[in-house]
C-alpha cells in the first residue's frame, strides 16, 4: 500500500451561510481508520444539490464546524480499521459517501475515514469518475423505480424531471417499460426530454399544467409520485393524482415546505411521505444491497450515466458550487483533489 502522509488538504466550512468566504481550502491531519472503517484517497467527488442545502445549514444535519463537505465520491482504500468487511476493502477501488451525522469527515478532501457500510467495491470496467457520483442520484433513481414496480404501480409521474436525476428515471422508465409523466419547469425543457424519448412531458408554467396533469395522472393511473420540488408543486401533484395515490418528497428544491390539501389527504385517502436514500437503503440486507449495486454499476455508463460539466481542484470549490447551482441541467461539478 502507498504511504499515508501525515496532513491532507481539504475543503473547510465554517459557517453555514453559505457565503462563498465560509469555504476555505486548509491542510488537516490525515484521519485514521477505527473498527468497521476504511481511509479512502479520494479520486472525484460530486457537487448535488444535497451539498448545497447543507453549506447552507439548510439539509436534515450538521456536523461540528469546522466541518469538511461533500456527501459522495469515489476512490481507492489505502488503509483499513479492526474488522473483517474493512480487511476485505483494503486495496479496493470504492464509491464512498459521508452522508451521515456520525461520519466526521466529506469527501472534499484528499482522504476520508468512513464506514465500510457507506463503501461499495466496484467492478474493473466502472468508471472512476461515473463511481464517483453513483450513491445519490443513481441509487435514488433505482429505488424509486423499484418502489414502483414492485408495488404494482401502473405508471408514475415525476417533478424536476430534466434534473439529472430526473433523466434517470425518465431512462429507466423506458427500460422497463413503465410509463412515466415527466413535470418540468421551462418550455425548451420539454424538448430537451422528448428528444430522450420521454412521451408525456409537462411544463409547470403552461397555464393549463394542472388540468393536463390531471388528465394524464387519471388516463395513466399515475398513483405513485416523485417529488424533488416540494412547495406548493407537492399539493398540485396530489391533486392531479387518482384517488389513493402515493407521494414521496426526496427532495427541496424550491427551499419552501411540502404542501398538502386537507382535501387530498382525508377524503381521496392519498398519502404524503418522505425518502431518504440512507434509510431505504438501512432498512436492507448487505446481500440486497450489494444486489442493488451490482445493477447500478451495471447502467452507470448508460441509464445511469451522469453528464459532467466541470471539474474544479479543491482550492476552486466555491467557483464551483456558483457554476453548479447556476446551471444544474449541464451536469455535475467534479471536485477533483488530484487537480492543483
Keep these: 500500500m502507498p504511504d499515508i502522509p501525515i496532513t491532507m488538504r481539504a475543503v473547510q466550512l465554517s459557517a453555514y451561510d453559505g457565503a462563498p468566504q465560509s469555504l476555505s481550502l486548509a491542510t488537516v491531519p490525515v484521519p485514521r481508520p ?34 469538511i463537505p461533500g456527501f459522495e465520491g469515489s476512490g481507492t482504500v489505502v488503509e483499513s480499521g479492526p474488522g473483517l468487511m474493512a480487511k476485505m476493502l483494503n486495496g479496493k477501488r470504492v ?39 453513483m450513491l445519490v442520484n443513481p441509487l435514488t433513481a433505482w429505488a424509486l423505480m423499484e418502489i414502483a ?18 433523466r434517470m428515471v425518465l431512462r429507466l422508465g423506458l427500460r422497463f417499460k413503465f410509463p412515466v409523466i415527466h413535470v418540468v419547469r421551462r418550455f425548451e425543457q420539454v424538448k430537451l426530454l422528448a428528444d430522450l424519448g420521454a412521451r408525456y412531458v409537462l411544463d409547470s408554467s403552461d397555464p393549463d399544467f394542472d388540468s393536463h396533469l390531471r388528465e394524464l395522472c ?11 420540488v416540494a412547495g406548493s408543486m407537492t399539493a398540485q401533484v396530489m391533486r392531479a393524482q387518482p384517488r389513493g395515490s402515493r407521494l414521496l418528497v426526496y427532495g427541496g428544491l424550491s427551499l419552501e415546505a411540502a404542501q398538502a390539501d386537507p382535501g387530498s389527504l382525508i377524503f381521496e385517502e392519498k398519502t404524503l411521505e418522505g425518502f431518504w436514500l440512507s434509510g431505504w437503503l438501512r432498512r436492507r440486507n448487505m446481500l440486497a444491497q450489494l444486489r442493488i449495486a451490482r ?36 451536469g455535475k461539478v467534479l471536485v477533483m483533489p488530484g487537480l492543483k
Design 218 to 228: 387519471h388516463q395513466l393511473k399515475a398513483t405513485i409520485g416523485f417529488d424533488a
Design 95 to 133: 464509491a464512498c459517501a459521508a452522508a451521515d451525522a456520525n461520519i466526521k469527515g466529506g469527501t472534499w478532501a484528499e482522504y476520508l475515514v468512513t464506514s465500510t457500510r457507506t463503501c461499495i467495491p466496484l467492478g474493473k470496467s466502472v468508471d472512476l469518475e461515473q463511481a464517483a457520483m
Design 295 to 330: 445493477k447500478v454499476q451495471a447502467l452507470l455508463s448508460t441509464d445511469l450515466k451522469s453528464e459532467v460539466q466541470a471539474r474544479v481542484p479543491l482550492s476552486d470549490v466555491s467557483r464551483g458550487l456558483a457554476e453548479y447551482s447556476q446551471h444544474m441541467t449541464a
Design 34 to 67: 477505527g473498527p468497521g472503517e476504511v481511509l479512502v484517497r479520494m479520486h472525484a467527488a460530486p457537487i448535488n444539490p444535497s451539498d448545497l442545502m447543507f453549506v447552507r445549514g439548510l439539509y436534515g444535519f450538521t456536523k461540528p464546524v469546522p466541518a
Design 149 to 166: 414496480r414492485s408495488e404494482g404501480h401502473k405508471a408514475a409521474v415525476q417533478t424536476a424531471a430534466a434534473s439529472a436525476l430526473g
